[in-house]
């Protein structure tokens, strides 16, 4: 990526963080010279199949099982804006602007490369919605996730023929109406781009693009609470030894107990029952680096999987060369698939085992820890209730992790008889991340109400700091209130990342670092 914030499509190496930078408008997408000569060079090679009359799929022939079905050279035209009608199928509540905006930067970073014959006006169209914050509006349901995410790429790309719907200034306007605004006119699409616009794994990896974001800072968050939570039931320290892990040394494992060994330094609360008699606390203390860190293993699984993904081109036919065009393969989802129902099921674990911590704390067997975390219980229910709650999101999970990717339903009348489901994958892994979110917020009150009871004595500078914020949020409970309300302003603190944020300015200030091998396989993305 160049030096001054821009980013160069079809040429860089684009990663999640810089998707996400592109999106949020902090880089700027650009085309450079070389890749609109291979663009254009593609385009032109595409040009010459049709006056040569070659039969290659897509480009002169129908589209599935018409594949055998011949177009006419004045008809190949028609055909392209035919497709992006045909295919426009999705149904069910729109995704986020935010997630169609990133499957609109993967597809012009994948159209880029100068593989997929598109025209360097419609790449230039393209680049226009994306820069004027003009995004088109793509229904969540419909795609198998094999020829590529048909139903909703058809809907991302109807504005390019003045059809569908865009989301503009606030306002979701037609497209001819973002005409009448802006002096656009519909594009005329040539041989093959409207079957290059729909083939492609976008929708799925725009996805997995916000599950590698997402799930990373529900498991910083997770290490973090999971360490308050240690200190105010007084948990061992012994489990996150360095000396303990190497001899079973897991990347997530050893990171997440360098991480709470780092959250934990210069504990009062630890040295204060260094000598007690309890021999070994229950696993969702003890085992938090084998639990969380098996995690954060599919979380480096999927980051990597999808790195790949994000910098490959995955239409259907590639143009390679004037000699040789493939009708392949490359627009299944299933690699993504695969790994994105591994990482929801990596997610619910994290809300799993923060549910029974939660769980542990109301039980008034930590000394000094009253029972539901309420010392005048009986007129008071105290904080039974919230567990109540992550019990039902927990299941809710659960019942959301079988995996999309082993089902396959045939489409085409056949030619496509094995798919995916890889969008299905992607959209259960972010309702999962979602409801950890808020499994964690409940924890999060609930293990700063333990520590409280702790006091006079303090734990490392990093819990202190956390806890001492989260009161200017959310006082202490002496007695019953309506906890709703605490909740949500848990919510909000984990999805701003607000902890995180104290974490790292905290760790600037006092010059302190994350004792961890694997920090920056984990810790970027």
Known sequence: MAKDHTFRFGEDHLTTSIA?????????????????????????????????????????????PLCNTKISKQDTKILQSNILQSHSVGVGAPISTELAKIMLILKIHALAKGFSGIAETTLQRMLWHLENDAIPVVPSQGSVGASGDL??????????IGLGKVEYQGKTIPTQKLFEQTGLKSLDLGPKEGLALINGTQFIAAHGVMVVH??????????????????????????????????????????????????????????DHIDCERVQDP???????????ASRNAWLHLKELLEIELNSVTDNPVIINDELTISGGNFHGQPLAMALDYAALAASEIGNISDRR?????????????KLLMNDTGINSGYMILQY?????????????????????????????????GSISGRKALNIIENVEKILAIELLTSAQAFEYRKPLKSGV?????????RTKVAFAENDRVFADDIEKGIEIIQNNEIIDLVDRVMDEKQLKWNTPHLEEFETY
């Open 20 to 64: 996400l930078g592109l999106a949020h408008g902090t880089l700027k997408g650009v085309f450079t010279e070389e890749c609109l000569k291979n663009v254009n060079a593609s385009y032109q090679r595409v040009q010459r199949i049709v006056e040569k009359g070659d039969i290659v799929y897509g480009i002169n022939t129908g589209f599935g």
């Open 151 to 160: 139903a909703p790429l058809s809907h991302l790309f109807l504005p390019l």
């Open 214 to 271: 997402k799930l990373q800072h529900c498991l910083r968050h997770a290490d973090i609470i999971g360490a308050m939570m240690l200190e105010g039931l007084q948990g061992s320290m012994k489990p996150f030894f360095e000396e303990l892990h190497q001899l079973r040394p897991f990347k997530g494992n050893q990171h997440v107990a360098g991480r709470i060994r780092t959250l934990l330094q210069g504990s009062e609360i630890l040295e």
């Open 283 to 293: 696993y969702s203390l003890r085992c938090m680096p084998q639990v969380h860190g």
């Open 358 to 370: 939660i769980y542990l704390a109301l039980e008034g067997n930590s000394p000094g820890v009253p």
């Open 389 to 421: 709650t992550t019990a039902a999101l927990a299941s809710e999970n659960k019942s959301l992790c079988f995996p999309a990717s082993a089902d396959s339903i045939p489409t085409s009348l056949g030619q496509e008889d094995h798919v995916s489901m």
């Open 462 to 470: 990093l819990l202190d700091e956390i806890h001492t914020f989260l």
